[in-house]
């Protein structure tokens, strides 16, 4: 069946511009994450949702990131005022959610952001 | 806090050889234990992972991992490398009781002809 799917696959754009990331979990997966791959900072988890449940914000980095996830099913993460050191891969995972912290997380191919 | 650590940033080994990529871990309590793989310009993807039961784990593309509690790693293993397993490794945990993971810093393996 189909992945995790994500887009843009790269995107460039200036400094103080705002940018949306979009993710498509796989189909029935109620939990969705995004995590941020950079090269100073490896592989960081930025936030987390799992149904209908208030998300876990505890890993942004800053006010001028945000992410909604709207009926449950699709997600973007939105930043605002880019930065050059939020240039990162940003990544999205979804998963079942019924099984908890030993749930495996199916990974998108990734937005690759540059920010000039 | 739930952490692991990857030692090496890159191991080589020669195709046909056995290769071992290390990940040590520190959790309280009992640890889930996951091993990821990237290739290049791609999303991280599931090798296998460690939540109870025998200490060694089969996964994907003949990997296999050995949970250790005594010396807490969780070392990646494949009897023979091909070429085309050169790729950066991720080893992961669940942060506390959630399902977000925490990764190492991970390994960049090389496979040479």
């Known amino acids: 069946g189909a992945g995790v799917s994500q887009s843009p696959s790269n995107k460039v754009t200036e400094k103080g511009k705002d940018v949306e990331l979009r993710c498509d979990p796989i189909s029935g997966h109620t939990a969705l994450y995004w995590y941020r791959q950079s090269l100073g900072q490896g592989l960081e988890f930025l936030i987390y949702f799992q149904g209908n449940s208030a998300p876990d914000k505890s890993g942004l980095p800053s006010d001028r990131f945000s992410a909604e996830r709207t009926g449950g099913s699709v997600s973007t993460l939105t930043i605002q005022r880019t930065q050059q050191e939020d240039s990162a891969v940003y990544l999205c995972?979804?998963?079942?959610?019924?099984?908890?912290?030993?749930?495996?997380?199916?990974f998108g191919p990734g937005t690759r952001l540059l920010v000039l | 806090a739930q952490s692991v650590a990857q030692p090496e940033d890159q191991v080589n080994v020669a195709e046909g050889n056995p290769l071992t990529v290390k990940c040590t871990y520190s959790?309280?309590?009992?640890?889930?234990l996951f091993w990821y793989v990237q290739y290049p310009n791609r999303g991280l993807q599931f090798l296998l992972k460690y939540i109870t039961g025998d200490n060694l784990v089969k996964g994907s593309y003949g990997f296999e991992a050995e949970f250790n509690k005594s010396q807490t790693s969780f070392h990646l293993k494949k009897p023979s490398a091909l070429v085309s397993d050169s790729a950066l490794y991720f080893c992961a945990v669940p942060r506390g009781g959630y399902s977000t993971l925490t990764f190492g810093k991970g390994t960049m393996l090389l496979v040479s002809p």
């Open positions: 959790v309280s309590g009992n640890p889930y």
């Open positions: 995972a979804s998963s079942p959610g019924t099984s908890g912290a030993w749930e495996t997380q199916y």
